[in-house]
């Protein structure tokens, strides 16, 4: 069986989701769009993709796609998607799932009408050492989780760059666009911690900021920025565990990504992307790293990528029968998600039970 892929969106499409598809069997992908068509057309001629559309919604009906991927910026995710879900496909969705939750709401609904299966593309809970953190949580290896910190900070830009107060003015900073580090790396983070708790956010605290006014686009034309460059949340969760995330566009050092988990006989750090201890009480912390198998395989060598391939070699093997190796998220996770960051934008304490 040949699973057509059928993509829009030429950004992140293009460096990270295109390539990783060669490594995935039995895809191939036969369509792309973008909101520009020269930038579709050029895409097409790199990976020769024989079909280009206009825009989203001519792709969602092409008759030689099974699977649409809505790789495009946010404010166009619900749109596109709903139209693939309602030609008969399935779907892929970028993060962060739409621009608000009344938006998300709408996508799962059509979703649950639709026989086509629709995931959000939460592709960590593809990661090596973020998978063993769940299975190290429910053999009880540290007990009950009683809080969990997650952190980013610098956060880098697609050409491995710190974003700071130098990098340009794009989409990703304008909040009418779906932009900032809440969204971009937040929506992840909210989704590790339902993930590994199989629980739900009860109540939000915590807010967003904005630290750099104004960036120059392209054209040296200084624009205003209105999306987040740093949040920091308290999430409490259904299962009584408290979580702390704090992200950061504008920090120019730090410790990348981190993660501790606590729990109430032991401990799990995450350092980087690689690596991964365990620390018992009255012990030294031991690496339970767990090696990735498509390390350097990729065309971009990070997390993100490998982790996109392993999501996507689960999401055909379910397409072909299969049963599913891993918990892909689905539309009701990334309604979950969106609720929670809808709530962090609004500032203060919010509760969701």
């Known amino acids: ?5 059928g993509i829009i969106g030429t950004g992140f499409a293009r460096r990270v989701q295109l390539p990783g598809l ?46 649409v991927i809505v790789s495009s910026t946010p404010p166009t995710h619900a749109r596109f998607a709903i139209a693939a879900l309602e030609a008969g496909k399935h779907v892929l969705c970028e993060k962060p799932m739409a621009l608000n939750a009344a938006e998300a709401e709408a996508m799962l609904e059509v979703a ?3 026989p086509g299966i629709a995931l959000v593309d939460h592709e960590l809970r593809y990661e090596p050492n973020r998978c063993e953190v769940r299975r190290l949580i429910h053999a009880g290896t540290i007990g009950r989780v ?56 009860a109540e939000v605290g915590g807010g967003v900021a904005t630290f750099v006014p104004e960036r120059e686009d392209a054209n040296r034309v200084r624009q205003a920025v209105t999306a987040d460059d740093f949040a920091s949340l ?8 408290v979580a702390t995330i ?5 920090a120019h050092h730090g410790p990348g990504h981190f993660g501790q988990i606590t729990g109430s006989h032991g401990t799990i750090l995450l350092t980087g992307e690689t690596k991964l201890e365990i620390g018992l009480p009255g012990e030294p912390l031991r690496d339970a790293s767990v090696a990735d198998e498509l390390w350097e ?33 689905t539309f009701h996770d990334g309604l979950a998600v969106q609720r929670v960051m809808d709530a962090a934008r609004a500032g203060g304490r919010v509760r969701l039970d």
């Open 1 to 5: 069986m040949t699973v057509r892929v």
């Open 22 to 67: 060669a490594l995935v069997p039995d895809v191939r992908v036969t369509a792309i769009a973008s909101g520009r068509r020269a930038n579709a057309e050029a895409v097409a001629t790199e990976f020769k993709i024989p079909r280009v559309c206009d825009d989203g919604v001519e792709l969602a009906a092409a008759p030689d796609v099974d699977v």
């Open 112 to 114: 649950r009408q639709r």
């Open 146 to 201: 009683q809080h969990i910190e997650l952190m980013l900070k610098p956060y880098l830009r697609g050409d491995g760059r710190p974003q700071t107060s130098s990098a340009p003015w794009t989409w990703w900073s304008d909040a009418r666009q779906g932009g900032g580090i809440l969204g971009a790396v937040g929506s992840h983070l909210i989704d590790l911690c339902r993930y590994w708790t199989d629980s739900e956010v």
């Open 234 to 241: 308290v999430l409490r969760m259904g299962s009584g565990a």
């Open 246 to 250: 704090m992200l950061s566009a504008v």
């Open 297 to 329: 395989k990729t065309t971009v060598n990070n997390m993100w990528a490998r982790s996109f391939v392993r999501l996507m070699q689960d999401f055909v093997g379910i397409l072909e029968g299969r049963s599913a190796t891993g918990t892909p998220a």
